[in-house]
C-alpha cells in the first residue's frame, strides 16, 4: 500500500482553515510546520500548558496524506475553493509502505545523561549494562530523557541523590524523575501530575523498570515534606505553584526547578528565594534548572 503526500505552500494567515477543509474533502491527515524549518530562519515557537498558542509560523507548509488513488488535484483546488483563495502552489510525491514501527524505533537511541546513568529505549541493548539503565519508550507522557529540560534535572539527581531521600516530582509526565530517583537509591518517591495519562504511563514505566511506583492527580498529594522536590514543568504553573511546592520541601532540603526559558531565570529565581537560598542557574539549549536549599 502507498499513499499520496502533498506538501502545500500556505500563507500562514489561511493554513489552519485550509489544512481542516483539506480533511474535510478527504485528506487522511494535514499537519502544519515551519517553511523555514531547519534553516537560519526558523521560528520556534513556545506555549504554556492550558494557553492556546494563537501564532502561526510566517511561512507555512502544508503536508497532506491522501489514498494512492485520490485526485489530489481535484481536493485540493475544491479547498482553495471553499476557503475563496487561488490554488496555492503545492508537489505531490508517493510515500511507500514502510515498516513505521522499526522505522520510528530508529530515530530513538539510548541517551547517556552521565557515566552511571542511562535512558534506553525497551527494543535496545543498553551501551553499558553495568549502568544504572532506566527502560523508557517514548509514549504519549512527556519525558524520554531527550529535552534539556528532562537532562538538566536527571543530571541533578545523578549528582545529588546519596540514598534514602524522600523525593516529590511534580509534573512527573512520563515518570522518568521519579524512576531515575528511585533506581539512584531515594528510598520513597512521589509522582504527580494534573494528567491522568501521565499518571498511568508513570505507574506503567516504574513497574516497567522494576521500582515501587507511587503516582496520582494533585488531589492526591497529601500534606508532606521531602527531601526534594523537583518539577519540570514550565515558568507559567511554576509562579502559581511556587508556595505550594515550597510547603513540600524539608527545612535543608532542596529545590529543583526546570521548564524554564533562560529569559525567564532571574524572575523564577527571585520569587523562589522567598523559601530558597537559591543556587546558580544552570543552561542548556536555552533551557534553564534553578535550585535551591530551604530556609528554615
Ligand atoms: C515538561 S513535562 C515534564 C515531564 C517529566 N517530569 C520530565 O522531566 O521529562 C511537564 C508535565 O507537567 C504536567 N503539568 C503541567 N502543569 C501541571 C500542574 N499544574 N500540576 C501538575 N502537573 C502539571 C504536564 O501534564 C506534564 O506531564
Given at each position: 500500500m502507498a499513499w499520496l503526500q502533498a506538501t502545500i505552500h500556505a500563507d500562514s494567515a489561511i493554513a489552519e482553515q485550509l489544512a481542516d477543509v483539506l480533511m474535510d474533502v478527504g485528506a487522511l491527515s494535514a499537519t502544519i510546520e515551519d517553511a523555514?524549518?531547519?534553516?537560519?530562519d526558523e521560528q520556534p515557537i513556545f506555549g504554556e500548558p492550558?494557553?492556546?498558542?494563537?501564532q502561526l509560523w510566517s511561512h507555512s507548509l502544508i503536508n497532506a496524506l491522501f489514498a494512492e488513488d485520490a485526485d489530489v488535484d481535484l481536493m485540493i483546488a475544491a479547498a482553495a475553493n471553499q476557503c475563496r483563495i487561488a490554488v496555492p502552489g503545492y508537489e505531490v510525491g508517493r510515500v511507500e509502505e514502510q515498516d513505521w514501527v522499526r522505522l520510528t524505533q530508529s530515530q530513538f537511541d539510548p541517551i547517556r545523561i552521565s557515566d552511571r546513568l542511562w535512558i534506553t529505549p525497551t527494543w535496545h541493548v543498553s551501551p553499558d549494562p553495568a549502568a544504572i539503565n532506566l527502560q523508557l519508550d517514548p509514549g504519549l507522557?512527556?519525558?524520554?530523557?531527550?529535552h534539556p529540560t528532562t537532562r538538566l534535572c536527571l543530571q541533578w539527581l545523578d549528582s545529588q541523590i546519596k540514598g534514602g531521600e524522600s523525593v516529590l516530582d511534580y509534573?512527573?509526565?512520563?515518570g522518568i524523575l521519579a524512576i531515575a530517583a528511585m533506581k539512584l537509591g531515594a528510598g520513597h518517591t512521589r509522582g504527580i501530575d494534573i494528567d491522568a495519562q501521565a499518571v498511568r504511563a508513570s505507574v506503567d514505566n516504574a513497574a516497567q523498570n522494576g521500582v515501587a511506583g507511587d503516582f496520582g492527580l494533585p488531589n492526591s498529594l497529601q500534606p508532606g515534606e521531602y527531601d526534594v522536590v523537583v518539577a519540570n514543568i514550565l515558568a507559567n504553573p511554576l509562579r502559581m505553584l511556587g508556595e505550594l511546592l515550597a510547603s513540600h520541601v524539608k527545612t535543608g532540603g532542596k529545590i529543583v526547578l526546570s521548564g524554564i526559558l533562560a529569559e525567564q531565570a532571574d524572575e523564577m529565581s527571585a520569587l523562589y528565594a522567598q523559601w530558597f537560598d537559591m543556587d546558580p542557574a544552570v543552561f542548556d539549549e536555552g533551557w534553564t534548572r534553578l535550585s535551591g536549599s530551604k530556609r528554615a
Open positions: 523555514l524549518a531547519g534553516t537560519a492550558g494557553e492556546p498558542v494563537d507522557a512527556f519525558g524520554t530523557g531527550s509534573g512527573c509526565g512520563s
